[in-house]
């Protein structure tokens, strides 16, 4: 089976401070894992993926990912904040069909000026 | 390359009228999906499918709800009758293979 945790459902920070996003996964195969934010009123847009190849993946808006097997996580970072990431994020694991995803909660990220 | 469409973006209706969504997929996605996201919470699936065919349809509320994916492209969400319980927006997404899933912008559904 699979699912995912997202530890923190608000995350507030300064703006030029990093970000860390914390997720942890659950899967019965080896898993992708990806990144979505969402703003106010919006639909919910890809900020990266990791699929089996490099465990640091690069996404969009200077975000990244580190896949870490060992600990069953897949946390997001970016060195730092602007306003303009404040949003809700969701991580999100599928099994190796790909076809099926599963959703955590969400992490609703402020950014203090 | 053309993202995911969806209509209306918005619908007011009254509870025990019938609604209508529309989707969109991205051009050569087999795999299309319906999403309900409530207030403040993570999408949750109704219906996957793959071409035309419905293959998860497990959290689809059967009694009211009714989906369609006629020649494996376009979606249609119907709810007959709306409820109140119903307000929510409505996501559609359509994934191939690893690439991972391409969502709309959701049609957000008030029932009154």
């Known amino acids: 089976a699979q699912s995912v945790t997202q530890l923190d459902s608000h995350v507030s920070v300064s703006e030029g401070t990093p970000v860390l996003l914390r997720c942890n996964y659950s899967?019965?195969?080896?898993?992708?894992l990806f990144w979505y934010v969402q703003h106010p009123n919006k639909g919910l847009q890809l900020l990266l993926k990791y699929t089996s190849a490099a465990t640091l993946v690069k996404g969009i808006n200077g975000f990244e990912a580190e896949f870490k097997k060992s600990e069953t996580s897949f946390h997001l970072t970016k060195p730092s904040a602007h306003m303009s990431d404040a949003a809700e994020y969701f991580c999100v694991v599928s099994a190796n069909n790909f076809n099926k995803f599963y959703f955590g909660s969400g992490t609703k990220l402020n950014v203090k000026p | 390359e053309a993202g995911v469409v969806q209509s209306p973006r918005y619908k007011i209706i009254e509870k025990k009228q019938p609604v209508a969504f529309w989707c969109n997929p991205i051009?050569?996605?087999?795999?299309l999906y319906w999403y309900r996201q409530n207030l403040g919470q993570g999408p949750e699936l109704l219906i996957r499918y793959e071409n035309e065919e419905a293959v998860d349809d497990s959290q689809l509320p059967k009694d009211r709800f009714s989906a369609e994916r006629l020649k494996g492209v376009d979606s249609t969400l119907k709810i007959q009758p709306a409820e109140l319980g119903d307000s929510a927006v409505y996501l559609c997404?359509?994934?191939?293979?690893?690439?991972?899933?391409?969502f709309g912008p959701g049609t957000r559904l008030t029932v009154t």
């Open positions: 997404a359509s994934s191939l293979q690893a690439s991972g899933q391409y």
């Open positions: 899967s019965s195969y080896s898993p992708s």
């Open positions: 051009s050569g996605h087999n795999t």
